[in-house]
Nanobody, 127 residues
């Protein structure tokens, strides 16, 4: 049974940066066959899609709220989210998600399109 594990969250001042990581555990040779995404959720709000990366990293897609500030990327083992110019409204629990390539929806930031989830890592941005 493969699990997704997030790391890299923490507290930062507005304008600062954080780099989140997500990795399947144990490592998978077929990792690149999954589309992946980052979501976030703050108390009292629905889970919100942040960024999507296609299988093999061919395409990326971002929510308007983070476009130009966040960068999603992947290598053969890990998924990353580089978060720059952080704002207090970015404060949330951040989750990584994955779906097998055959079931991926292009550029999807919809929770229901992802079958594998991590447990989240907290990001707190202070003003």
């Amino acid at each position: 049974q493969v699990q997704l594990v997030e790391s890299g969250g923490g507290s930062v001042q507005a304008g600062g940066s954080l780099r989140l990581s997500c990795a399947p555990s144990p490592s998978q040779d077929t990792y690149s066959n999954y589309c992946m995404a980052w979501f976030r959720q703050s108390p009292g709000k629905e889970r919100e899609g942040v960024a999507h990366i296609s299988a093999f990293g061919v395409r990326t897609y971002y929510a308007d709220s983070v476009k130009g500030r966040f960068t999603i990327s992947r290598d053969t083992k890990n998924l990353y989210l580089q978060m720059n110019s952080l704002k207090p409204e970015d404060t949330a629990m951040y989750y990584c998600a994955a779906e097998v390539m055959a079931s991926c929806k292009r550029d999807s930031l919809e929770v229901g399109n992802f079958g594998y989830w991590g447990q989240g890592t907290q990001v707190t941005v202070s003003s």
